[in-house]
């Protein structure tokens, strides 16, 4: 009876009930709209570092913090004792997708025919074990992954960073377009040098890429390396091709080539190393269980050197500040409509409790206890906080499934691809459950307190009310 | 049938008194009453307005509670009560009927008479029962699904009738009940609360102040500036024996 009382109550003043709903429905859909947003930029990060990084990497143990200083210092030997082992274990084989070794190091990459140098991070790969690693969709994500060029090239073929393309004069031989070249000042006008003078003039001064050697070369990198003792190794790398790696600082330093070649530079004829095992799950959810399993592994066979396994958060710091960002604004936006909510339905209340003032007393007087009456109120709050939070999750739900055909884009920032844009609802049914329980919650709590004033109403005075 | 006391009063006002704060006045609305209302029988409040009359209804019914006396009903004093205890006894005990009939405008005329047995737990298939019979009773089975919007003023005060009688009360209290009635209607009304008087020998207290009542009443108040003016009881013979029940024909259930 008390369900029954309070829809038939709310319905009617149908304008004010209606309205109410509305910013309840307005405000549950903008929430659900904005977690979408903010889901699938979530899992748009999260597959881009697991296609590129794996869940999991095992490291020696200060690599992660002291490593970028001297990377090839912090390599593994008998590396892969430690990748049979992964991939053989019976537990892990049913979560591992694909287990690789690489190896990162440090170097001065030039080119020579340019007369031109910078200092460069080199990483090896196993080039079809990065191709597979870039299948990974757990989330069915729309991402734009290009196939590894390196897989199938010969040993000695590496891939730069756009920038490092820019500063080795590199665009031209690879054919990158929208690649700026340094202003040269202008010459002084006045006569024309003789043709032999022009041609050596031309071949000594920075930022001509078009040399005659150069075209004829393609595009060549020497990798100048340190050995583990200290000693300078070369190795010279056909660039086949330049990708962009999102951040400026990365693209600008990136040189990717065979973990073969990687290992022949940096250890020369010593015991190959990896400086990390990249290890990329079937799941995201079995990254505890795998890390588990991992460290009992390596306590096992490598019982005397310090190893850690740490995941892709721990890995890429900006993926969990991205994600704190994204939810302290969630919460921000869940409290601004939430205090919308609050005074929308306290006022539709307060409102009720006037109108009804002459009903509240005749129905205590009847033998409705005060209990009755909060119960009357608060039931109405209720109807309406379920009723707007299941037309609002309808309503954006609706709203994403138009917006997820309508092919839009935007470039997250460190993507060099503009990424669909897409609103991931119905997959998030935790945030449509929370977002409704919480909008009912605010419902209720903002019918409380004029119920709670309706059944403290003395009744004379309630049925005397005009 | 059901068993109705008949000889001991349904209410008792010793000493009482009332008064309510108007801004920073303290307006007294009721003096030193003493009052004994008669089982079974029909007790008319008369007096003009602002005599107190409604406040005296209002503490009878237990609607408010004395600055001083004791109020007793139904053999409790129920100055003792908790508002929770309070509002079960008037459910048990006492039925309504206003001026305005005051019947919750989004439920039909059925579910208004139903209501009070809903507050009191009874199963759906008798409570169904008995709204139908009060409805019959009061000429109003052709009306069960109306609301009240749908209703005559005349028809409202009837629905809210059988609304007072479906808990079978001890006590009915209709204050001014044909202040919004044509006289003809509000007759019609008197008589029709007469008649289940007589019939259930339930106690009906009513207020009002249209002297054309006078014959209505066996006992007659006359209230005046918050003292009772005098009371004029006609000698009644009440059977003391079981009577029927309003509602039904089956055993007591409450």
Same mark, same amino acid.
């Given at each position: ?76 030997? +008998? ?219 390596? $306590? ?60 509240? +007393? ?51 920032? +460190? ?17 449509? &459950? ?33 | ?92 005990? &006492? ?95 008197? $008589? ?12 009906? &207290? ?49």
């Amino acid at each position: 009876m008390t369900l029954s009382l309070a829809v038939r109550n709310l319905l009617r003043n149908r304008r004010r009930s209606l309205a109410t709903l509305l910013a309840l429905a307005i405000g549950a859909a903008s929430i659900l709209m904005f977690g979408g947003y903010s889901a699938n930029i979530k899992y748009s990060m999260l597959s881009s570092y697991v296609r590129s990084g794996g869940h999991l990497q095992i490291q020696y143990r200060d690599f992660f913090l002291f490593g970028s200083g001297n990377p090839t210092a912090y390599g593994m030997p +008998g590396y892969e004792k430690i990748l049979t082992a992964v991939r053989e274990d019976e537990v892990l084989n049913k979560m591992v997708r694909v287990a690789t070794p690489i190896l990162q190091f440090g170097g001065i990459g030039g080119n020579y025919s340019a007369g031109v140098s910078r200092t460069v991070v080199g990483t090896g790969f196993v080039a079809a074990d990065v191709n597979r690693m870039r299948t990974w969709n757990e989330f069915d994500i729309v991402l734009d992954s290009p196939r590894f060029a390196l897989e199938g090239a010969p040993t000695d073929a590496a891939i730069v960073g756009v920038g490092v393309a820019r500063v080795l004069m590199l665009c031209e031989p690879l054919g990158i377009k929208d690649c700026p070249q340094p202003t040269q000042e202008e010459a002084t006008k006045g006569a024309a040098l003789p043709s032999d003078i022009a041609d050596l003039a031309a071949s000594v001064t920075p930022g001509k890429t078009s040399s005659p050697d150069a075209k004829q070369n393609g595009a060549k990198l020497d990798l100048l390396a340190s050995q583990g003792r200290g000693t300078p190794n070369i190795a010279t790398l056909n660039v086949i091709a330049a990708e962009g790696q999102g951040f400026k600082e990365l693209d600008d330093v990136a040189v990717v080539l065979q973990l073969e070649q990687a290992q022949r530079l940096v250890y020369g004829r010593a015991e190959p190393r990896a400086t990390s095992i990249m290890i990329q799950l079937n799941r995201t959810d079995q990254i505890a269980a795998a890390t588990k399993r991992i460290e009992a592994l390596l $306590a096992k066979i490598e019982p005397n050197r310090p190893m850690s396994v740490l995941d892709f958060e721990t890995l890429n710091p900006f993926y969990v500040q991205t994600l704190q960002l994204f939810d302290t604004i969630f919460g921000f936006i869940f409290v601004l409509i939430g205090g919308i909510v609050l005074f929308t339905v306290s006022n539709t209340m307060t409102a009720a409790v006037v109108e009804r003032t002459v009903e509240i +007393g005749t129905v205590r007087a009847i033998g409705l206890r005060q209990s009755g009456i909060r119960r009357l109120f608060i039931t109405e709050g209720f109807v309406l906080g379920c009723v707007g939070a299941v037309v609002g999750a309808a309503a954006a739900l609706l709203t994403a499934f138009v917006v997820n055909r309508l092919n839009l884009t935007w470039l997250p920032p +460190g993507s060099t691809e503009p990424l669909p844009l897409t609103l991931m609802i119905w997959s998030e049914s935790r945030m449509i &459950i929370g977002t409704t329980i919480g909008l009912l919650v605010i419902a209720v709590l903002s019918a409380w307190w004029p119920a709670y004033r309706a059944a403290r109403l003395k009744i004379v005075e309630a049925l005397r009310h005009a | 049938m059901a068993e109705i006391s008949t000889s001991e009063p349904v209410a008792i006002l010793s000493g009482v008194a009332k008064s309510y704060q108007m801004d920073a006045v303290t307006v007294p609305v009721l003096r030193d009453v003493d009052i004994l209302i008669r089982p079974a029988h029909f007790t008319v409040v008369l007096g003009p307005s602002g005599s107190g009359k409604t406040t005296m209804l209002n503490l009878i019914g237990c609607l408010d509670r004395c600055d001083k006396g004791s109020v007793t009903v139904a053999g409790q004093d129920v100055n003792a009560l908790s508002d929770d205890a309070l509002s079960d006894f008037r459910a048990r005990n &006492i039925g309504f009927v206003f001026q305005n009939f005051n019947l919750i405008p989004v439920l039909t005329a059925f579910e208004n008479v139903e209501y009070p047995l809903v507050l009191s737990g009874m199963e759906p298939a008798r409570r169904a029962r008995r709204v139908s019979k009060l409805l019959d009773l009061v000429g109003l089975s052709d009306r069960a699904k109306n609301l009240p919007g749908q209703l005559s003023g005349g028809q409202r005060q009837r629905v809210a009738i059988a609304r007072a009688l479906a808990r079978k009360p001890k006590l009915v209290i209709a204050d001014e009940p044909t202040a919004n009635l044509d006289s003809q209607t509000g007759a019609a009304v008197i $008589a029709l609360m007469r008649g289940m008087q007589e019939r259930y020998r339930i106690s009906f &207290i009513f207020s009002s102040h249209d002297r054309g009542l006078i014959g209505a009443a066996d006992d007659l108040i006359t209230l005046r500036d918050g003292m009772i003016q005098s009371i004029h009881r006609k000698k009644v013979s009440v059977e003391t024996e079981s009577v029927d029940s309003p509602g039904d024909n089956e055993e007591d259930d409450e």
